[in-house]
């Protein structure tokens, strides 16, 4: 069922994991940006606030520094959304951000295992006679980041057209993203032969 049910990315990420990652990579950038990331999804997928409402947050932090694209807000930018994200969260849910990552992960599977009985799914499954009964598995896996600047990227790729079902290889991808960019339709992917 492709992107009927949730995902949260970068699970584990505190104010403490996140200093160790701009530490390790020696890009504070991606750090805040995969931290703003993370609450957005989490606190989106887990905890219930409108996504809408972290958007409405980064589209005025990027209208009042002046840019266009996520990818053009600096570290100082991104560390600031961090704490108005945090501050949405407590404010729509009256609790603060946790800030453990075994109760971060234990939360997530929790919202994967629930999202079975989305809209989302529920409807997939009716479609192509998936029966309830089958249930689903969480998978937990280690982070491979494509948000670390130019040189790093994320994309989906099938060994058929998705649209026709022609036997080709199909590919689209995004540069300095994560996996929901391309799949969330929040920026435009380019075809893989790009990366040629």
């Not at 589209?59 to 996520?70: C, M, R, S, T």
């Not at 089958?134 to 998978?139: D, E, F, K, N, P």
Request: charged content about 25%; aromatic content about 8%.
């Amino acid at each position: 069922m492709p992107g009927m049910m949730d995902t949260v990315l970068n699970v584990g990420l505190t104010e403490r994991t996140v200093e160790g990652l701009a530490a390790k990579t020696r890009n504070e950038r991606f750090a805040q940006d995969s931290y703003r990331r993370f609450i957005t999804m989490f606190g989106n997928i887990v905890m219930g606030v409108g996504r809408e409402h972290f958007e409405d947050i980064l589209k005025h932090k990027k209208a009042e520094l002046g840019v266009v694209q996520d990818t053009h807000l600096d570290a100082k930018a991104l560390k600031e959304l961090v704490g108005r994200f945090k501050a949405l969260v407590r404010e729509q849910t009256g609790r603060e951000f946790p800030d453990d990552p075994l109760g971060q992960l234990k939360m997530a599977i929790e919202a994967v295992f629930s999202s079975w009985f989305g809209a989302r799914a529920v409807t997939y499954r009716r479609l192509y006679n998936i029966p309830d009964a089958w249930g689903t598995a969480v998978s937990v896996v280690a982070m491979v980041f494509g948000n670390m600047g130019e040189t790093s990227g994320t994309g989906v790729a099938f060994t058929r057209d998705p649209a026709t079902g022609e036997r080709t290889f199909f590919g689209e991808c995004l540069m300095n993203a994560q996996g929901e960019d391309v799949v969330a339709g929040i920026r435009t992917p380019l075809p893989v032969r790009a990366l040629a």
